[in-house]
């Protein structure tokens, strides 16, 4: 199993930047694929970004291609999604996930395994 907590929302001005973190405690945390997700209020959880076991991998939804990044350091169990150029629209619960599956993109809820609790980003115009 593996536990994930996240961290770095806040409150950031349309054009702004934010870095989230999710940390990772358990076992093997570099065997894991992670993604992210974000959930508006009213709304379906949808993917932001998905990074490889190994981090060679990476996969962006369309909407926050060329303006977000999603990174991982193997060594210190964590990954980053460091977001530029932020608009209103990518308000939301951002959550970590990690599941062990290989060779795809992997971009619905039910395909990943542990969760963590979220972090709220909120973006003003």
């Known amino acids: 199993q593996v536990q994930l907590v996240e961290s770095g929302g806040g409150l950031a001005q349309a054009g702004g930047s934010l870095r989230l973190s999710c940390a990772a405690s358990g076992r093997a945390f570099s065997t894991y694929a992670m993604g992210w997700f974000r959930q508006a209020p009213g709304k379906e959880r949808d993917f932001v970004a998905r990074?490889?076991?190994?981090?060679?991998?990476?996969y962006y939804a369309d909407s926050v291609k060329g303006r977000f990044t999603i990174s991982r350091d193997n060594a210190k169990n964590t990954v980053s999604l460091q977001m530029n150029s932020l608009k209103p629209e990518d308000t939301g619960l951002y959550y970590c996930a990690a599941d062990k599956k290989y060779g795809g993109i992997y971009n619905r809820v039910s395909e990943y395994d542990y969760w963590g609790q979220g972090t709220q980003v909120t973006v003003s115009s």
């Open positions: 990074i490889s076991s190994s981090g060679g991998t990476l």
